[in-house]
């Protein structure tokens, strides 16, 4: 497999460096302890093209393919995981749902507004007891006829206060379990919507994710995605390709950890030299770049099976697991490699350790991702 990036997809890569680098790395130490949205920053994510990156132009998207996506969400990742959690969620579980699933009239009243980044979008499947196990859905959307009422309380919703639309997931018919499940678009301001507290997170603080209550809330039918029943299998098909930005993501914060780990190694000196010439030191680097180095053939090569029409997603679970792992692992090292200096947040590595947990569990636990792995290996 040839992964050698196009002139455009260096591009797009440096693009993304040069952003990360002059806008999400100041002030992403107070975003974190203020647990602050990096509104400014979404803004201008979206007028690069950020926030629709593989949208079709014509609804306001780059038009680009996945590769470009994951080597964008590498390179903000690798200074700003809460920033790069909210490219992940708009551009694969919302804009790409919506764009491959969704009526051309929800096409033409969101789509546009979602991949320009004025308003974003979030993906509302979690709820207090439907974590894993995702077909035990509580929430529930009644159909009237002409319109569903939806109930229930959703949970641990990334976006969840500043989304401007909202991916439902609720129960119809229950006899019908998993096939009597629908994907519902939401709008913030419906009445009986209500945001509930914002989670105090241990990381990614900079993003924003709340719990959500529906009370009685009316949904026209024609924001319902896809058939009747079919919501589940958005939900899956969704997160499928949700799982390739989050490996993506955990690929960017385990280069970022080893990227200041190996400068700080070079500088630091020990028993009168770099620490970098330890042994103790050095075989460490060489362990994290080896293992950032399979977790990025593994997240490339899940990009270019969904770029090339084959299934992904086996090969996106294998990246998310693998990265996830990866990322934990290195952003520890990383720490420990700091030293004393690791500990204090003024050199970043305790924020992506702490960044680095939630790749383990969000779109998929690790555990689920290893049902998904030995389910397609074992059938
Ligand atoms: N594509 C299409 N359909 C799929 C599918 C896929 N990848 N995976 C499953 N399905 C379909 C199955 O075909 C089946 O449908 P039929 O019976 O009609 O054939 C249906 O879904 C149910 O499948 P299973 O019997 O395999 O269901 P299960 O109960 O055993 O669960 C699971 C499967 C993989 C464990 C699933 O429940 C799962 O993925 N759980 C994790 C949920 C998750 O990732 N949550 C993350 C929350 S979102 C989030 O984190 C976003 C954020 O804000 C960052």
């Known amino acids: 497999m040839d992964f050698k990036l ?4 260096e591009l797009i890569k440096q693009a993304a460096r040069d952003f990360a680098q002059n806008e999400l790395l100041p002030g992403v130490i107070e975003r974190d302890e203020n647990q602050q949205f990096p509104k400014d920053q979404v803004k201008k994510m979206g007028e690069l093209g950020f926030l629709g990156m593989m949208v079709d132009p014509k609804y306001g998207g780059s038009g680009l393919d996945t590769l470009s996506y994951v080597l964008v969400m590498e390179e903000l990742s690798k200074i700003d995981a809460s920033s790069s959690v909210i490219v992940s969620v708009n551009n694969s579980l919302v804009c790409w749902g919506m764009e491959t699933f969704g009526t051309e009239a929800q096409k033409e009243k969101y789509l546009h507004k979602l991949a320009t980044g004025e308003m974003i979008g979030a993906f509302c499947l979690s709820e207090p007891e439907a974590g894993s196990d995702a077909t035990s859905q509580k929430t529930t959307a009644i159909d009237m006829g002409d319109h569903y009422v939806l109930n229930g309380t959703k949970n641990w919703i990334t976006n969840g206060g500043t989304a401007g639309v909202y991916l439902v997931i609720a129960q119809t018919d229950k006899e019908k379990k998993h096939r009597g499940i629908n994907a519902l678009i939401v709008e913030k301001g419906m009445e009986g919507f209500e945001i509930g507290p914002k989670e105090n997170k241990l990381g990614i603080r900079g993003s924003d994710t709340h719990s959500l209550i529906f009370n009685d809330v009316k949904v026209p039918k024609e924001n319902r995605i896809g058939e009747d029943g079919f919501g589940f299998k958005f939900a ?34 020990a028993f009168g030299t770099e620490i970098s010439n330890h042994q103790a030191i050095a075989f460490k680097l060489a362990d994290m770049h080896t293992q950032i180095q399979a977790a990025r053939l593994l997240v490339y090569q899940a990009a270019k099976d969904k770029d090339n029409g084959e299934n992904y997603d086996l090969s996106g679970a294998m990246a998310k697991l693998y990265a996830s792992q990866v990322a934990m692992d290195t952003a520890v090292e990383a720490v420990q490699i700091h030293g004393g200096n690791g500990f204090v947040k003024e050199y970043h590595v305790e924020r992506l350790m702490r960044d680095a947990k939630i790749t383990q569990i969000y779109e998929g636990t690790s555990e689920i991702q290893k049902i998904v792995i030995s389910r397609a290996i074992l059938k």
Do not use: D, N, P
């Not at 997160?239 to 190996?262: D, F, M």
């Open 236 to 269: 899956m098909k969704t997160l499928a390709g949700g799982r390739i930005g989050i490996a993506a993501q955990a690929l960017g914060i385990a280069a970022g950890a080893y990227e200041l780990a190996l400068k700080y190694s070079q500088e630091r000196k």
């Open 6 to 9: 196009t002139e455009e997809q």
